[in-house]
T-cell receptor, first 113, second 112 residues
């Protein structure tokens, strides 16, 4: 099994629909992250969580919300999807101690039409 | 958060060494220098990290300047599979930080 699993891998949704992207990890890490990546650009941080009760906004949180259901699960929601949220979304997890290597999922390709 | 600056792109020939530079002039004493790479259609993967001393692992070497304001990721013999986007990022290990902010990275092209 992969260390970080994202579901779905691909999704096409309509403008105005609510959609949830799910992420689960088997590393036992407290820290989890959600990123979006647009074509030809780097990763931008949407939200991050240092434990179940600690959730923080990243660089581009507007239009998104998250839920940390358990240490292993961190979900990203688009309450009312819009076309410019079409992107590749990545979830990551990282341990607290050195080296603190981050592990990324394979990504969810979301298209909003 | 301290920022990093990398060239947008670099080219290399297969089997030759590659030196990928990164500037981080505002690095703090508690920042670790991490490198990740992203292969096409995949999530980023960890490459190497260091604090002050040069580091080697099976994937690469990391050379850190004495003043820590710059570092260089060294791929000793580039292969076609090393073509990727390489990100240099700074991570502080404390309980309330470590946002893991990525810049634009360097796109490495490897020519056969």
């Amino acid at each position: 099994d992969a260390d970080v699993t994202q579901t779905p891998r691909n999704r096409i949704t309509k403008t105005g629909k609510r959609i949830m992207l799910e992420c689960s990890q088997t590393k036992g890490h407290d820290r989890m992250y959600w990123y979006r990546q647009d074509p030809g650009l780097g990763l931008r941080l949407i939200y991050y969580s240092f434990d179940v009760k600690d959730i923080n906004k990243g660089e581009i949180s507007d239009g998104y919300s998250v839920s940390r259901q358990a240490q292993a699960k961190f979900s990203l929601s688009l309450e009312s999807a819009i076309p410019n949220q079409t992107a590749l979304y990545f979830c990551a997890t990282r341990g607290d101690s050195s080296p603190g290597e981050a592990f990324f999922g394979q990504g969810t390709r979301l298209t909003v039409v | 958060d301290a920022k990093t600056t990398q060239p947008n792109s670099m080219e290399s020939n297969e089997e030759e060494p590659v030196h990928l530079p990164c500037n981080h002039s505002t690095i703090s004493g508690t920042d670790y220098i991490h490198w990740y790479r992203q292969l096409p259609s995949q999530g980023p993967e960890y490459v190497i990290h260091g604090l002050t001393s040069n580091v080697n692992n099976r994937m690469a070497s990391l050379a850190i300047a004495e003043d820590r304001k710059s570092s260089t990721l060294i791929l000793h013999r580039a292969t076609l599979r090393d073509a990727a986007v390489y990100y240099c990022i700074l991570i502080t290990y404390s309980s309330n930080t470590g946002k893991l902010i990525f810049g634009q990275g360097t796109t490495l092209q490897v020519k056969p």
